[in-house]
């Protein structure tokens, strides 16, 4: 499992309900960190990695690593998916909406 730096978030650690780490390595794109797009898409693959994306691109040059806990401070519906199995992907349509969820294949988690 790669990591970030630890560094501070601005909830209670108390308040974390992953099991894995704040600093774990999470994917996302720069229209959610940057442009402030939504969160309607997290998947936790296979190999154990996050993705928080909010289903507007896929292309490679908007990607960006961050962590976990980061992707949690900016929207703490995430946590709603902390018990996401290995392999499995959730989405909505809307932020507070319900997060529907399937299990992805090994082909589709690699492509």
């Given at each position: ?10 909830f ?6 992953f ?10 794109t ?22 928080v ?20 401070q ?8 902390a ?24 082909e589709?988690?690699?492509?």
């Amino acid at each position: 499992m790669d990591t970030v730096e630890q560094h501070e978030h601005e909830f209670p650690k108390s308040e974390w309900p992953f099991s894995d780490p704040e600093n774990v390595v999470a994917i996302s794109t720069m229209q959610v960190f940057r442009q402030g797009f939504p969160i309607l898409g997290v998947s936790h693959d296979y190999d154990g990695d996050w993705q928080v994306l909010c289903g507007t691109t896929s292309d490679a040059k908007d990607g960006i690593v961050v962590c976990l806990g980061c992707a949690y401070q900016k929207d703490k519906t995430i946590g709603e998916l902390a018990d996401l199995p290995l392999g499995w992907t959730a989405w909505r349509d809307y932020v507070g909406g319900p997060w529907e969820r399937e299990q992805k294949t090994e082909e589709e988690d690699e492509g």
